[in-house]
């Protein structure tokens, strides 16, 4: 049942998002799609209503979501060029930017290296500081753009950086295309949340009852929340009350039991016959044959279809739009975040240190078992089969816990070996079949390597921060040796360096394991 139900949710919730195009997507239509052409590995850039390639092979790295006719792309410097489509080949930006969202009327909010983050115009103009405080920024949306502070609390800004919600709530959703938001007053970390609906102007609407519905997405769409309710789907109005479902699915389309249906604007349905997909109207009568094994709407007169691996643009009839051919493509998303690029350097070294000292780290101690650490509460243990590390987020680091021996392992037979050597990674899986898997809870740690990021910062950043902690090492207990290791009377060893943007900090139980890591300097 949970698995019908999380269908259900799937296809409501991409429903009331395909149909968003009725409306406007974050006020802003998507008349321009990124993609990849067929036989290239770089990207271009579609006119959705002509299917004319405006940008052909222009780009390495994948553009964002073309909104209010600007995108953005990563350069090989790993730095943000605004584009507008009026011109594809040449940046708007004379400035580096570090990250930036989408724009939306206008607007967008970007980051500079070392600098707090800012609001900025179509012309890549400063409208707008925001606060040092700001740690991220999404896009705008209803003029109201959701912010999270370095105290882990969340908030919203208006269009001229203005707070104009109090960042005083441990989750916050954007206002979308409506001006009631999903939020929670509780404690970021709480896993009992108590959430609540404001309006615009944050004020209270209602305090959703968790113990009779589950939420299933955080967005308000076409006027109403869709939640769980005893195993079956129901619509909330803005005052909570359980309200008719806005996408009914008319009663024609119901009794053809097709496989599957998804709303795609104008009285439209994506819908699935048999292992083909096709488009029928609210009479069922079918506008794009079902010869696909894929379709997506991008407007609701522009859908991109594929028989095998290679798509076209069509129209809601089914006739080709333009002459591109392309293997992927970028659709909207409103998930980009402008994210600061501006650390204290001061402090940021004073909390990393916070977390070792001669005989401890992250909370952990020499002589820790897996027991000890407790990192695998609820777990399925068969996704650590044959691995040595469990990764965990310890905001604002990421932290890898390191042991001598498997995490977990088949009872009735030996898993392969993972790699013994200490490193951060945070990719490594193995899966295993059958409820024989098992914790090897007496599995004794290592140590752990702790991971911060710094690519949005200036470089020379890593060598700064290196620098203040290399200077405080001795207040923890540590002393510098020449090969820049350090190592404490208590028989435990850390050694710091820096990579692709990512500050590392590796703490060893065993001095002799110890091994000097990389100090790999950015440029702009």
């Not at 006739?319 to 659709?331: L, S």
Request: charge should be negative.
């Amino acid at each position: 049942m949970k698995k019908t139900l999380f269908m259900m949710a799937v296809v409501a919730l991409i429903a009331l998002c395909s149909c968003s195009q009725e409306k406007k997507v974050y006020q802003e239509e998507t008349n321009y799609l990124p993609v990849r052409l067929e036989g290239s590995d770089k990207w271009s850039i579609i006119n959705v209503a002509t299917g004319d390639v405006i940008a052909k092979d222009a780009y390495v790295n994948t553009p964002s979501p073309v909104v209010d006719d600007m995108f953005w792309v990563y350069n090989d410097n790993n730095r943000v060029d605004i584009y507008n489509v009026a011109d594809c080949k040449t940046p708007v930006n004379k400035e580096v930017f570090a990250s930036a969202t989408c724009f939306s009327d206008g607007l967008a909010i970007v980051s500079k290296p070392n600098e707090p983050l800012m609001i900025i115009d179509k012309n890549c103009n400063k409208v707008a500081q925001l606060s040092p405080s700001i740690l991220t920024a999404s896009m705008f949306a209803n003029g109201r753009a959701v912010i999270h502070t370095d105290l882990d609390r969340y908030g919203y800004i208006d269009v001229k950086g203005d707070t104009v919600i109090k960042a005083d709530m441990g989750f916050a959703a954007g206002f979308n295309m409506e001006d009631v938001a999903l939020v929670s007053f509780s404690e970021a970390s709480d896993s009992a949340k108590v959430m609540s609906v404001i309006d615009i102007n944050g004020k209270k609407l209602y305090d959703l009852d968790m113990d009779k519905y589950q939420i299933l997405t955080p967005y308000y769409q076409m006027g109403v929340l869709v939640v769980a309710k005893n195993d079956s789907l129901v619509c909330l109005d803005r005052n909570g009350k359980e309200v008719g479902n806005p996408l009914e699915t008319p009663k024609k389309i119901k009794d053809a039991n097709y496989r599957d249906r998804v709303y795609a604007g104008d009285d439209k349905y994506m819908v699935i016959k048999g292992d083909r997909m096709g488009l029928v109207d609210k009479d069922n009568n079918v506008l794009i044959p079902f010869d696909y094994k894929f379709i997506q709407n991008i407007t609701p007169t522009r859908f991109v279809v594929g028989k095998d691996s290679v798509m076209i643009l069509v129209d809601d009839h089914g006739k080709q739009v333009g002459k591109a051919k392309f293997v992927d493509f970028k659709p909207f998303s409103a998930d980009n975040q402008a994210v600061r690029g501006y650390i204290n350097l001061e402090v940021t070294a004073a909390n990393l240190l916070s977390f070792i000292d001669e005989d401890m780290v992250c909370f952990a101690k020499k002589g820790s078992t897996l027991m000890d650490v407790n990192q695998l509460v609820g777990v399925d243990p068969t996704q650590y089969v044959g691995l040595k590390q469990v990764d965990r987020p310890i905001p604002p680091m990421f932290c890898s816990y390191i042991f001598d021996s498997e995490i977990a392992s088949l009872t009735g037979g030996a898993a392969a070996p993972a790699d013994s050597t200490m490193t951060a990674t945070t990719d490594s899986t193995m899966t295993s079949t059958g409820p024989q898997a098992e914790f090897n809870y007496g599995a004794k740690l290592r140590g752990v390597a702790i991971n911060f990021l710094v690519l949005e910062t200036a470089p020379g950043t890593e060598e700064k921060l290196l620098q203040l902690m290399s200077s405080a090492m001795g207040t923890k207990g540590f002393k510098l040796n020449a090969d820049g290791t350090f190592t404490s009377d208590a028989g435990t060893a850390v050694v710091m360096g820096y990579e692709k943007g990512v500050f590392k900090l590796y703490y060893y139980f065993d001095p002799s394991e110890v091994k000097p890591l990389p100090r790999e300097s950015r440029s702009v």
